[in-house]
T-cell receptor
Framework: GIQVEQSPPDLILQEGANSTLRCNFS?????LQWFHQNPWGQLINLFY???GTKQNGRLSATTVATERYSLLYISSSQTTDSGVYFC?????????FGAGTRLTVKP | KAGVTQTPRYLIKTRGQQVTLSCSPI?????VSWYQQTPGQGLQFLFE???????NKGNFPGRFSGRQFSNSRSEMNVSTLELGDSALYLC?????????FGPGTRLTVT
């Protein structure tokens, strides 16, 4: 199956800093999503982005499908951004998740 | 629209018992997928149902099964529970490719 690698595994930032999270995948995909998992376990949709660039407030994402990677940008980070960020890719209705990036934003 | 709902939210079971978890998808969504999340293995795909048919299945033993009803609600069943089945079980629904997750059921097996 498809391999999904996320980096870095852990990231500690000071409030107000910017960050870039990366997701590499091993094969072509139909779907790529970024999620934020809150402390209660809920996975919150951030972006559905199989290709191209999208922005939503302080967050933006870019997927370069031909090079098999996606980037999630967080600008002016806030303490509420803390949590685990997952990249998930779907090929033939089989969604695979990366191991996640655990982000801690300190006040 | 209401989001994906899962019941129960928390469950404690004993080894050897069986358990049934329920998932109600977003109205109009015909696909329901189930995932297991553990600290050691991360998020792993269990199976996907579409219009009452299992469309895809992950690499889990036969003790894990599921079904989908005509109203798209889905249940998953785990028989002969083992300690390693302790996990957060997440359900997701979708209309096409984008998946929306429920809050999960946290199962503890003692």
């Amino acid at each position: 199956g498809i391999q999904v690698e996320q980096s870095p595994p852990d990231l500690i930032l000071q409030e107000g800093a910017n960050s870039t999270l990366r997701c590499n995948f091993s094969d072509s995909v139909n779907n790529l999503q970024w999620f934020h998992q809150n402390p209660w376990g809920q996975l919150i949709n951030l972006f559905y982005i199989p290709s191209g660039t999208k922005q939503n407030g302080r967050l933006s994402a870019t997927t370069v499908a031909t090079e098999r990677y996606s980037l999630l940008y967080i600008s002016s980070s806030q303490t509420t951004d803390s949590g685990v960020y997952f990249c998930a890719v779907d090929r033939n209705n089989d969604m695979r998740f990366g191991a996640g990036t655990r982000l801690t934003v300190k006040p | 629209k209401a989001g994906v709902t899962q019941t129960p939210r928390y469950l404690i079971k004993t080894r050897g018992q069986q358990v049934t978890l329920s998932c109600s998808p977003i109205s109009g969504h015909r696909s329901v997928s189930w995932y297991q999340q553990t600290p050691g293995q991360g998020l792993q795909f269990l199976f996907e149902y579409f219009s009452e048919t299992q469309r895809n299945k992950g690499n889990f033993p036969g003790r894990f099964s599921g079904r989908q009803f005509s109203n798209s609600r889905s249940e998953m069943n785990v028989s002969t529970l083992e300690l390693g089945d302790s996990a957060l079980y997440l359900c997701a629904s979708s209309e096409s490719y984008e998946q929306y997750f429920g809050p999960g059921t946290r199962l503890t097996v003692t």
